[in-house]
T-cell receptor, first 112, second 113 residues
Framework: ETGVTQSPTHLIKTRGQQVTLRCSSQSGHNTVSWYQQALGQGPQFIFQYYREEENGRGNFPPRFSGLQFPNYSSELNVNALELDDSALYLC???????????FGPGTRLTVT | KQEVTQIPAALSVPEGENLVLNCSFTDSAIYNLQWFRQDPGKGLTSLLLIQSSQREQTSGRLNASLDKSSGRSTLYIAASQPGDSATYLCAVRPQSNTDKLIFGTGTRLQVFP
């Protein structure tokens, strides 16, 4: 059984640019949640996708958006990047929206 | 608003010691609580999940307890090893918003030989 995978591993972008991060969910999981983890902090919930629909959202501005595809993989898009967007972005999948979440290895985004 | 606090922020101990990591949360209306391990720059590995109706969970040298009424959980690590060195994160899933986990800032543990 393949676990949660994320791509790319590392990414460097310039302020003002746009970025897309990808997540493949674990087999049998229909829910993907995204988190942002700044250095030295705990992860902060961005949003969750359940069966291709946004199912909940944290305190992040609209320039953070997402998609979930029919195979339940997901993308996180961030527009107009700011320096404070530099963080580790974690994706987690689960069998349903309230089941245990299994985390991927993360994507390290650096904004210069 | 649910807030999760972990104490201590960092801990350095010699190999073989038994450890207690603490997690407190402000709202007792939780669906479950989970403990994770995170190695530097890596993703999260789930260690133990305790449902709101449970008092504790055990896995190998790890034991986690939950006292929902007082808003506390502890992670007990027996006979610590250098391989246990990592950051340990506690997260609660609110009853009102079961879509998300709310994390503490973690306890950074170093076990030296």
């Amino acid at each position: 059984e393949t676990g949660v995978t994320q791509s790319p591993t590392h990414l460097i972008k310039t302020r003002g640019q746009q970025v897309t991060l990808r997540c493949s969910s674990q087999s049998g999981h229909n829910t993907v949640s995204w988190y942002q983890q700044a250095l030295g902090q705990g992860p902060q919930f961005i949003f969750q996708y359940y069966r291709e629909e946004e199912n909940g959202r944290g305190n992040f501005p609209p320039r953070f958006s997402g998609l979930q595809f029919p195979n339940y993989s997901s993308e996180l898009n961030v527009n107009a990047l700011e320096l404070d967007d530099s963080a580790l972005y974690l994706c987690a999948s689960s069998r349903d929206s309230y089941y245990e979440q299994y985390f991927g290895p993360g994507t390290r985004l650096t904004v210069t | 608003k649910q807030e999760v606090t972990q104490i201590p922020a960092a801990l350095s101990v010699p190999e073989g010691e038994n450890l207690v990591l603490n997690c407190s949360f402000t709202d007792s209306a939780i669906y479950n609580l989970q403990w994770f391990r995170q190695d530097p720059g890596k993703g999260l590995t789930s260690l133990l999940l305790i449902q709101s109706s449970q008092r504790e969970q055990t896995s190998g040298r790890l034991n986690a307890s939950l006292d929902k009424s007082s808003g506390r959980s502890t992670l007990y690590i027996a006979a610590s090893q250098p391989g246990d060195s990592a950051t340990y994160l506690c997260a609660v899933r609110p009853q009102s918003n079961t879509d998300k986990l709310i994390f503490g800032t973690g306890t950074r543990l170093q076990v030296f030989p």
